[in-house]
């Protein structure tokens, strides 16, 4: 067994486990933040999405790394 292969799974693993972690903070920081000022539900629900979507991009890197070091 080649210890790519281990690498590749750390990797996307530790990735994934980042972006869950990030995107869980974020979403629960909104949720907090609404309760607080419901009259500024939009503006932070646009900033939560905006944060989520390059949380997410991060793990996404990896993903694509680890199919480069594939090859």
Same mark, same amino acid.
């Given at each position: 067994?080649?210890?790519?292969? %281990? ?19 974020? %979403? ?5 933040? &609404? ?19 390059? &949380? ?7 993903? %694509? ?7």
């Amino acid at each position: 067994m080649e210890l790519k292969f %281990v690498g590749i799974g750390l990797a996307i693993g530790f990735a994934a486990i980042g972006a869950g972690l990030g995107i869980g903070k974020i %979403v629960a920081q909104a949720i907090e933040s &609404t309760g607080r000022n419901p009259e500024a539900h939009g503006k932070i629900f646009n900033m939560m999405i905006l944060g989520a979507a390059l &949380t997410e991009a991060l793990a996404i890197y990896a993903l %694509v790394l680890s199919f480069m070091m594939l090859k």
